[in-house]
C-alpha cells in the first residue's frame, strides 16, 4: 500500500512539473519554432517530416486561453476574443481588434500548413516554401504591430467615444486577400461536406 500511495505521489508531480513547464501561446513560440527549424534545415541539408512545425491557431481554440504577444494579454473563451487583459474595452473595441487578429490567426496558421504541404510534396518547390514562410513570419509580425498599435492607442489619454473611433480607424494589416478569400471557399466547402 505504501508503494502504491508513492507511486501515485510521483505520478502526481511528474504531471504537474509537465503542466508548469507548457509554455503559453504567443507568436514568439510560433516564429521560433519555424524558424528553428529553417536553421536545422539549413544546417543538415535534409527535412525529417515528422520535425514539422505544427500549424496552430492562436486565438481560435477550445477553452479559455491566454496569448501573450509582446506583453499584450489576449483573452478567449471558446474560439472567441473575449478581452485584453487589464484593459477596459468596449464591445465595439473587442469586435473591432478580434476581426483583424481572427483574420490574421487564419491566414497564419494557412501559410505553416502550406509550407509544411510544400515540404511534403513528392514536387517540393523550395521557391513556394520561401513565399509561404516569408508570409508566415509576415504575418506575425502583423500581429505584433495591430497589439502594439492598439495598446499605444487605447493608452493615449482619451475618452471612450474617440478611443472606439481610433480603434475602428486603426491601420489595417498587409494581408493578401485573394489567399484568404481562397482559404474561406475551402473551409466553406468543408463545412458543406460535413453537412451533407
Not at 117 to 128: I, T, V
Request: proline share 2%.
Amino acid at each position: 500500500m505504501n508503494n502504491a500511495l508513492k507511486i501515485i505521489v510521483l505520478s502526481l508531480l511528474m504531471i504537474s512539473a509537465k503542466a508548469q513547464s507548457v509554455k503559453p501561446f504567443s507568436t514568439e513560440g510560433l516564429s521560433a519554432t519555424r524558424a528553428n527549424f529553417n536553421k536545422n534545415l539549413i544546417k543538415l541539408d535534409s527535412v525529417d517530416i515528422d520535425d514539422l512545425p505544427t500549424p496552430i491557431y492562436l486565438f481560435s481554440r477550445d477553452g479559455k486561453q491566454e496569448i501573450n504577444i509582446d506583453g499584450v494579454t489576449v483573452l478567449t473563451n471558446q474560439r472567441e476574443i473575449i478581452g485584453i487583459k487589464d484593459m477596459d474595452l468596449s464591445e465595439e473595441s473587442i469586435k473591432n481588434i478580434s476581426d483583424r487578429l481572427i483574420i490574421l490567426d487564419k491566414l497564419q496558421k494557412a501559410y505553416s500548413e502550406a509550407s509544411n504541404d510544400e515540404y511534403k510534396s513528392s514536387k517540393r518547390n523550395k521557391n513556394k516554401i520561401v513565399f509561404y514562410d516569408r508570409r508566415f513570419f509576415a504575418v506575425l509580425r502583423s500581429m505584433r504591430t495591430t497589439l502594439k498599435d492598439f495598446k499605444n492607442m487605447y493608452a493615449a489619454n482619451q475618452n471612450d467615444k474617440t478611443k472606439i473611433i481610433s480603434v475602428a480607424a486603426m491601420r489595417s494589416p498587409n494581408i493578401d486577400w485573394e489567399f484568404y478569400c481562397r482559404l474561406i471557399q475551402v473551409e466553406h466547402q468543408k463545412t458543406l461536406a460535413l453537412t451533407k
